[in-house]
């Protein structure tokens, strides 16, 4: 008589939405026996809510190169295939060195990307970046999910030649479905124009806003408030053209699109013309600003134009531009507009002491304790936002500043500020969150050891604040807390600790006067998660 094998019934899932390729995917894990899924989710939480709605597993790393070697491990120790969870572009470089180790050693990992979504593949989105191309060499199949509907069989595929001889690691990539920063119809493209329609353009503006991104850091200080002068308009930067425009002028009004001020939002929201000189015109300096109204860009190449935004464009590089606006076009006035920003910018500084917060409290006593010619790098991921938030922190006229541009790789910061410090004799002072400056720790007791004029200033939360902050908003049980010390010891004399107001501004001119002696400096700020610059309390800094 034979023996009678049990079967255990399969579990009863929600039924996967079928205009939701990520309940398709965390369906079909589970159809086809995934009960674990290693990495870091995207930023809008989409993938790790459908995966635990699933009963699915993910073991979170802090690195996707960390995640891909457990996952490698993983399969090569079962023989099935291991899956990876990561989010858009940095993300999925960050992955590729384990890839390159799983592709050598046959081991049958299969990545899940979230992706720009489709129809924004020419906007220059958040992070956008050849994802497929740079996983190509070291996978056995990299494709990309057209549709929602083919989510669940393109997984199916990949699972299946994640494991066929001979194996190793494939790449399936999910695209978002977030819309557009700009909404443009019809008529909504920019034209190309000469030196005479562009000062047409400013000429019957009543409204103009200035944005400076990097490539006006091609424009000396005179021709820039040559150029704010005679346009009598509101200035605002892009954070990589911060520092090209001196904060003190009476028309500056911060940092654009994803970081300004509700005061500004409300302003620029009503500007008939935004002249963008040297910027590319990506999602975060798009964010907030009125696409609707007429665009000038001055830019030195047709790959920079945003031909989506109405208006029109300048091939021009931007001294050349400038210095023919000085020789042909008359100062322009708007005095009920420069009223109207000036009393904005009062609104900015007069709210500058309202809030009480260790982050407000740090960045208000940096404003007044960097040297004039400090070199400020910025990391963008939650709390170190203050360092964005103007006229919280307020940059010294002669001070240069470093951010990370449009793909924000976790890190970047702090490791562009340790190297600025190699060759720069003024202070360098990075603002960063915990998480970033925990990349560092490979090199930190190197750096830290050196002679060098450099601050690290450390928004400390305990934990990936800004997946953290996500993962609440979309009610998950995971907090991405982070277990150990931030470089080391806690004890070690190149760290000094803040965790109340009074102890704010005296330790950080005691870190300040350090770090210009030449011994590189570490200021922990012990912060509260809610200790968060004013664009994200309003709701407008949240990607998700």
Do not use: K
């Not at 990992?109 to 956008?128: I, K, N, P, Y």
């Not at 400038?322 to 109207?340: F, I, K, N, S, Y």
């Not at 690290?456 to 995971?478: K, T």
């Amino acid at each position: 008589m034979s023996a009678v094998t049990a079967v255990a019934a399969p579990p009863v899932l929600p039924a996967p939405a079928p205009d939701d390729p990520w309940t398709q995917v965390a369906s079909t894990l589970v159809e086809q026996g995934v009960r674990v899924v290693f990495g870091l989710p995207d930023d809008d939480m989409r993938a790790l809510r459908a995966l635990e709605d699933h009963g699915v597993t993910v073991e979170w790393c802090r690195s996707q190169r960390t995640a891909v070697h457990m996952a490698a491990g993983s399969a090569l120790a079962t023989g099935r295939p291991a899956v990876v969870l990561v989010g858009r572009g940095p993300a999925v470089a960050a992955a590729v060195p384990g890839l390159l180790e799983a592709d050598h050693g046959h081991a049958p990992v299969v990545v899940l990307a979230a992706g720009t979504a489709t129809e924004r593949l020419q906007d220059r989105a958040f992070q956008d970046a050849p994802t497929l191309a740079l996983v190509a060499p070291v996978t056995r199949w990299a494709a990309r999910v057209p549709t929602p509907r083919h989510a669940a069989s393109m997984l199916r595929e990949a699972l299946a030649r994640a494991v066929a001889a001979p194996a190793g690691p494939v790449y399936l990539e999910v695209p978002d479905a977030a819309p557009s920063p700009v909404d443009a119809g019809p008529d909504g493209r920019s034209v190309p124009v000469g030196l005479d329609g562009a000062l047409d353009l400013l000429t019957a503006a009543r409204r103009p806003c200035l944005l400076l991104g990097s490539g006006a850091r091609s424009l000396s200080r005179p021709q820039v408030l040559d150029l704010a002068a005679r346009t009598d308009a509101a200035v605002l930067v892009t954070a990589s053209g911060r520092g090209c425009v001196p904060e003190s002028h009476p028309r500056f009004l911060g940092v654009a699109g994803l970081y300004m001020a509700g005061p500004v939002r409300d302003l620029v929201a009503s500007s008939d013309l935004v002249v963008a000189v040297g910027s590319q015109l990506e999602e975060t300096a798009l964010t907030g600003m009125p696409t609707e109204s007429a665009w000038l860009q001055v830019t030195a190449t047709p790959a920079g134009v945003h031909h989506r935004l109405p208006g029109a464009h300048l091939v021009r590089d931007a001294a050349d531009w400038a210095d023919a606006l000085v020789a042909r076009g008359p100062v322009l006035e708007r005095t009920a507009w420069a009223a109207r920003v000036a009393g904005v910018r009062a609104r900015l500084l007069e709210s500058r002491g309202d809030e009480g917060t260790l982050g407000a409290l740090v960045v208000h006593a940096l404003s007044d304790l960097l040297p004039e010619d400090a070199v400020v790098v910025h990391e963008n991921g939650l709390h170190d936002m203050w360092s964005y938030a103007f006229p919280h922190l307020t940059l010294p006229d002669r001070a240069r500043s470093i951010a990370p541009s449009e793909q924000t790789t976790l890190g970047f910061g702090v490791a562009a500020a340790a190297g600025a410090a190699v060759t720069e004799q003024p202070l360098v002072v990075c603002v960063t969150g915990d998480a970033a400056l925990a990349t560092l720790r490979p090199d930190a007791d190197e750096i830290l050891a050196s002679r060098r004029r450099l601050l690290y200033v450390v928004l400390d939360d305990g934990a990936m604040g800004w997946l953290a902050r996500q993962a609440e908003g979309a009610g998950s049980p995971q907090r991405f807390e982070r277990a150990g010390g931030l470089l080391g010891p806690a004890d070690r004399g190149d760290v000094l600790v803040v965790e109340r107001p009074a102890q704010v501004r005296p330790r950080l001119a005691q870190a300040v006067a350090a770090a210009q002696a030449g011994v590189p400096t570490v200021v922990r700020v012990v912060v509260a998660r809610d200790d968060v610059a004013p664009m994200l309390r309003e709701g407008v800094g949240d990607r998700a």
